[in-house]
């Protein structure tokens, strides 16, 4: 079993809609949860960033952990076509080593 | 200006051939990284230099070989290139070790080994 798992997708929503992105994980000593947006043939850059439990919020996204049940989840409000793009969560801590733990990445495509 | 720049941007090869991806960074960051994404898009770690140092030598062919002149580059070569090989390299630096909510990545070299 992977550290990180997310729903490759893809998912197709309308523009709009809300849009609603998880990640389950399994170690327990992560403390940081990152999501990275990835346009296509481009690389990832950073969205926004969580510590440890609670709610987050940027403009129209919103990240949200849970640690208590290992899932976290991006909230994007009022979707635009623009938010078309892979995105990946990503999560690191003390016992993790120096890299992040990223998950497979959800497509998501908003149709205008 | 580019924070994190790879050269080439694509790579075709033949197998068995011998190629190298470049990078720098001019961010100032200490880490530096190699990633490679998989057809299916999942980023798994390579390696890491932090300052010169190999940090993280995770397991991969021996025909990879990173080399970090100084800390605003690291280079990555591949011996003996295999249809396997063929994925989308990102390097990717931060300020320190982990990367934590500062990591950034290049644009990545897509290599494609036929």
């Known amino acids: 079993q992977k550290e990180v798992e997310q729903d490759p997708g893809p998912l197709s929503v309308p523009e709009g809609a809300i849009v609603s992105l998880n990640c389950t994980y399994s170690n327990s000593a992560f403390q940081y949860f990152m999501w990275y947006r990835q346009y296509s043939r481009k690389g990832p850059e950073l969205l926004m960033y969580t510590y440890s439990s609670g709610n987050k919020e940027d403009g129209r996204f919103t990240a949200q952990v849970d640690k208590s049940s290992k899932y976290i989840s991006l909230f994007i409000r009022d979707s635009q076509p623009s938010d078309s793009a892979t995105y990946l969560c990503?999560?690191?801590?003390?016992?993790?080593?120096?890299?992040?733990?990223f998950g497979k990445g959800t497509s998501l495509l908003v149709t205008p | 200006d580019t924070a994190v720049s790879q050269t080439p941007k694509y790579l075709v090869t033949q197998m068995g051939n011998d190629k190298s991806i470049k990078c720098e960074q001019n961010l100032g960051h200490d880490t530096m990284y190699w990633y490679k994404q998989d057809s299916k898009k999942f980023l798994k770690i390579m390696f890491s230099y932090n300052n010169k140092e190999l940090i993280i030598n995770e397991t991969v062919p021996n025909r990879f070989s990173p080399k970090s002149p100084d800390k605003a580059h690291l280079n990555l070569h591949i011996n003996s290139l295999e249809l396997g090989d063929s994925a989308v390299y990102f390097c990717?630096?931060?300020?320190?070790?982990?990367?934590?909510?500062?990591?950034?990545f290049g644009q990545g070299t897509r290599l494609t080994v036929v």
């Open positions: 990717a630096s931060s300020l320190r070790p982990g990367g934590v909510t500062e990591a950034f």
């Open positions: 990503a999560m690191w801590g003390r016992n993790s080593g120096y890299a992040l733990n």
